[in-house]
């Protein structure tokens, strides 16, 4: 097995790339996200020091996830030259993150004189405490040069539907700056404070007020073996979370810039250890599958009760900052199995939420729990009616994405159930799970309610996976995920024990609602199967039989939607993402090889692939049918998608960009689940290897049901060691 493979970077600067390198060189800490963006940088260049669960209205815009004042702005000047990417043209470029310690570096160089002025810069946000973060910039020459360096904190934030902070006040403490400022909306009280230490020079810093703040400048006089180091110290804090902040930049000194690196390396030591997956194979896909556990070790809650992690991560405000389906359908089960603090938060979250569910379901005239599509603090669902801007109008579209993506409360309930068996608590059922089980069934009963009168109980008016046909009946996937929740609830209602059972039903109607749930279950309908495939939903046959090809050639615009009432999908039976094959990935168990086979060869070519979502789920199913090579093809989508930045940025005319951790959780599910082979069933994990053709062998560790086990997988098989501390 290598040991290589912890470093992403790129050489040269190319100002193409600025947004998407922002989002590859991401340092997080579930506290907040820090773009891959210098230190010259400001908000037209997406800087954005972006806080978890912090969210804000301005006016009547979209609400969105904070952006702090970015206390990293650092700029260099040699006379009149500035020395920036931006605005002079570097002799030398890199920039690169160390995945095994979480810390991104950039090293530049600019011609000056008859010399070299060498700018090397490394930054960290504390994995040992969520508030901190730190950075070190040093200037060197190979000449004797004056410069001038400026470090403050910018008080321009990148933001896209704001600005979200009023009342921003600065000020001047020794030997640092503190800006302070309330968000719009809720006064939530932001603190942003930062501390300097200069050493290779005993330059007077002096402080000047610009455009972008208070910032403190020294004049540097550079001679060739003497650099310069700018040690930065900062803290964010919100609300509560600033006072404890606050007393540790205060008391801090530069000593404490290697206590914290060491601190926070620990913590990313530790996070490695659990989650690591080791390939003999292919450098570059060793490489694509720890850089996409990395990025979920960015953006987990680690140390949170109740926090979830958005679509888009901590890499902005794209997507609302929101909470979607693809936390519980596609990231939890790698916390489970990997960090199950995380795994508990993200539970604790929809737990907390479901208050906000009930309210939703009711607002729609239904009992019971419906989750937000788009879920912000409290599961209040930010998605709005018009969730696409058409490119020809300009106008806002009706998208039914909030109303009837109702498969959300399915992807909630089972999660629940599936990490209380994984972690083996019980407490995630009795402290809150089992009420949004039953909740969200009982939501299920009513929605089917009208079709609870016939003989087949159908699930009208729904928008599954696939998002490009709205408003269909009967979508395949989402019966199964109605069906499944069903039987979830009737299990954990087993699994009580009588006071909690008893306490469980009052609140969803008593024995009857045992009674009905049985009566729907048997009675839901199923598919239409034509040669073994499954219809993805009534009607879907008819549609036109056409290419992904034939549909994109339709376009007239490259960003138009392909959804909704006009889309050029809509009234063909091409999908945007995997659909059926989904319900088969998640549940193999109740499907036959053949149909599996069947299902995957009709829709994988009517199939865009046009959410990141799609490629894994694409990806475990053709591992498991022995199509390695296009198994491996998918992999490498899902697995590199925030590498190569070739993922969609626009919706019709709405930004979508950012990191994409359910594709990256999508490619440890990939390893674990298909290429690995691992199942539980009857509280028994289980491995049944399909090792692509190019991997000789895997080996990880997987946490099961409070025991911890090594795994080794080649080509002959696997072998499970199961490990001494819990
Ligand atoms: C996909 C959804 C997904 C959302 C956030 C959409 O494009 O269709 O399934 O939940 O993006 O990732």
Known sequence: MTDENWHVGATGFDPETISETGNRYLIGNGYMGYRGTLGEYTAAQQVALNLAGVYDQHGTAWREPVNAPNPLYITLTAGKTPLSVLETTPVSHQVGLDLRRAVFARTTSFAVDAGTVTVTASRFVSGADRTLGAARYTVSSTVATPVTLTCGIDEQVWDINGPHLVDTTHYAITGGLVVTAVTGE????????QRQFLSGSDAAGTLQTTAHGLQMSYPLALTPGVPVTLTVLFGVGVDDDRAAMVRTLSSATVASYDAWLAAHVAAWTKYWAASDVRLDGPDADQLALRYSIYQLLAVAPHDAVAQSIPARG???????????????????????????ATARSLVNYRIQGLAGAKAKAAAYGFRGAFYAWESQEHGLDACSDYNVTDVFTKRPMRT????????ISGAVALAIWRTAQWLADDTLLTEGGAAVILACAEFYLDYARQGLLRPSVSIPDVIGPDEYHERVTDNAYTNKVVAATWQCALDVLAHLDAPQREAALAAVGGEDFVALV????????????????LEQFAGYFKLEDCSVADVRSR??????????A????????????????MMLEEFPQDYSLATHRANYDYYEPRTEHGSSLSWSMYAIEAARLGKGDAALE???????????????????????????????????LVALRGFAGMTTTANRLAFAPHLPADWNAMAFEVAYRNKRFAVRVTHDGATVQELEEA
């Open 555 to 564: 376009l007239l615009d490259p960003r138009e939607y392909w959804g909704g």
């Open 186 to 193: 809720l006064e939530r009280q932001v603190a942003v404070w």
């Open 634 to 668: 998918f992999f490498r989508k899902t697995a590199t998608v925030d590498l190569t930045g070739q993922s969609k940025q626009w919706a019709g005319d709405i930004y979508i960009g950012g990191t994409h951790p359910a594709a990256n959780a999508g490619a440890w």
């Open 518 to 533: 049985h009566t729907a279950l048997a009675h839901l309908r199923r598919p239409v199967e034509q040669d073994g495939v």
């Open 400 to 407: 039914y994405f909030k109303d009837k993506q109702v498969h």
């Open 566 to 581: 006009y889309g050029v999908a809509a009234q063909t039976q091409v999908l945007k993402q995997a659909d059926v094959v």
């Open 314 to 340: 901590l890499s902005g405000q794209t997507y609302k900052g929101a909470v979607f389906w693809d936390t519980e359908m596609f990231m939890l089960p790698f916390f489970a199995a990997t960090d199950a």
